[in-house]
């Protein structure tokens, strides 16, 4: 039997960051955390496009908005200090219809009231930072605050510096089929029969979380649905090699950016395109659904089919317009809309893919927007842990101490 004071369920970004935030608060540091693959950073946080947000999309009010500056600006802070490699790019967004010229004032608003640092630009302005950039009405909203990096690098760094302070990181299979969970005794049970008691767990699985929350009676009215991400790339024969991210203005109705451009943390690698964000067969299919997924599958299918045939938000108009994303000319006529002299011998197919898990409302019958953090049986759960998860870790991970009955236990 291994005893601990805390187990963390996955070792992504947002598990990591709690890890970190427990030891930089003093409240333990007998800590374990779980992860199912034989290394970190395979899934979502390692596959993370590594933009972190300056803090402009989300509603004042949103617990995104509570702590995606002061995320950035710690994580940002954190990272320069480690000297990892870290591009200050700044942001652009331009409107690719006239219609939506209105929607820069609004993510102005936003921005501002979140703390953001926001301006917006005039024709002549957009251009100095982007010359072959379009504007449909001239205007343009620049963040300077934006800035790139590499994701898989992040987690190791931050993976090294947990272990160096005695946090243990364990690679063992955790999904429901291969472990047995006793919530009142606190036991974790895991595949090779090896047993972790603890004090409190913190479910910080990802697009796997719901499974784990449901284990513990928690969130059965939630179910994470996969969406997939495919990306294109500039090639480094083109002259369109951005120095700076280029965004369209985003629906806001639906949780996804739209197609943009985002250059490297290295400032030397190819220019990325995308993603998409395609109903995904499979939380983790990338290349190919394991057949373990098929009957999650079946049941993503009829919720989404639901969302379809009912047109809740235009999921149908967007879904629509996702699936011809990954064929080359409708992604290329998406681009032209930020980029009007970009053509099919500037880009080439990415084999960057990944997998963004939203959650889905069963009692509302739609897509939550926001963070979600339920409390259980000595456990908290992070549902819903999306954009800017990543860019707000470590103020994320002190929101989810704070909401936790452990934390509060432990400061009492």
Excluded at 105 to 127: C, M, P
Excluded at 153 to 181: C, D, F, P, S, Y
Excluded at 183 to 197: A, D, F, G, Q, Y
Excluded at 350 to 355: A, E, L, Q, T
């Amino acid at each position: 039997m291994i005893y601990t004071d805390v187990l963390i369920v996955g070792g992504g970004m947002v598990g990591l960051s709690t890890a970190y935030q427990l030891l930089e608060h003093n409240i333990t540091s007998n800590i374990i955390v779980i992860d199912k693959e034989a290394k970190l950073g395979l899934h979502s946080s390692g596959r993370n496009s590594g933009v972190l947000h300056s803090g402009l999309y989300y509603k004042p009010d949103s617990l995104k908005a509570s702590v995606c500056v002061d995320g950035q600006q710690r994580l940002r802070k954190w990272i320069e200090e480690q000297g990892l490699p870290l591009n200050p790019c700044g942001k652009v967004i331009v409107p690719q219809r006239y219609e939506l010229d209105s929607k820069l004032d609004l993510l102005a608003k936003r921005g501002t009231s979140n703390g953001a640092k926001v301006e917006i630009l005039d024709e002549h302005q957009l251009h100095e930072i982007i010359p072959f950039a379009r504007s449909a009405s001239g205007r343009a909203l620049w963040t300077p605050s934006t800035v790139v990096v590499k994701p898989l690098l992040v987690i190791k760094r931050l993976m090294e510096l947990l272990q160096q302070r005695g946090v243990r990181i364990m690679n063992t299979a955790i999904l429901a089929e291969h472990w047995q969970l006793d919530p009142n005794k606190s036991i974790l049970k895991l595949h090779n029969n090896e047993r972790i008691m603890y004090k409190h767990l913190f479910n910080c699985a990802g697009a796997n979380a719901d499974t784990v929350a449901h284990l513990f009676g928690v969130g059965l009215d939630y179910r994470l649905l996969p969406f997939k991400g495919l990306y294109w790339q500039i090639k480094s024969t083109s002259p369109f090699q951005l120095k700076t991210n280029l965004y369209p203005v985003p629906d806001l109705n639906v949780p996804f950016l739209g197609v943009h451009f985002t250059p490297s943390a290295d400032r030397e690698s190819v220019v990325s395109i995308g993603p998409t964000a395609i109903p995904a067969l499979g939380r983790e299919n990338y290349n190919g659904m394991k057949s373990i997924e098929l009957f999650n599958s079946i049941q993503n299918f009829g919720i989404l089919s639901q969302q379809y045939i009912f047109d809740r938000g235009g999921f149908r108009k967007y879904v629509h317009e996702q699936l011809n994303l990954s064929i080359l000319y409708f992604m290329l006529r998406s681009a032209k809309l930020l980029i009007p002299n970009l053509s099919a011998k500037d880009i080439e197919p990415s084999d960057k893919v990944g997998i963004r898990a939203q959650l889905f409302n069963n009692k509302t019958q739609r897509i939550e927007e926001d963070f979600i953090c339920l409390e259980g049986e000595k456990s908290t759960h992070v549902l819903n842990a999306i954009s800017p998860a990543f860019t707000a870790s470590f103020a994320l991970a002190d929101l989810i101490l704070k909401k936790s009955t452990f934390s509060k236990n432990i400061s009492s």
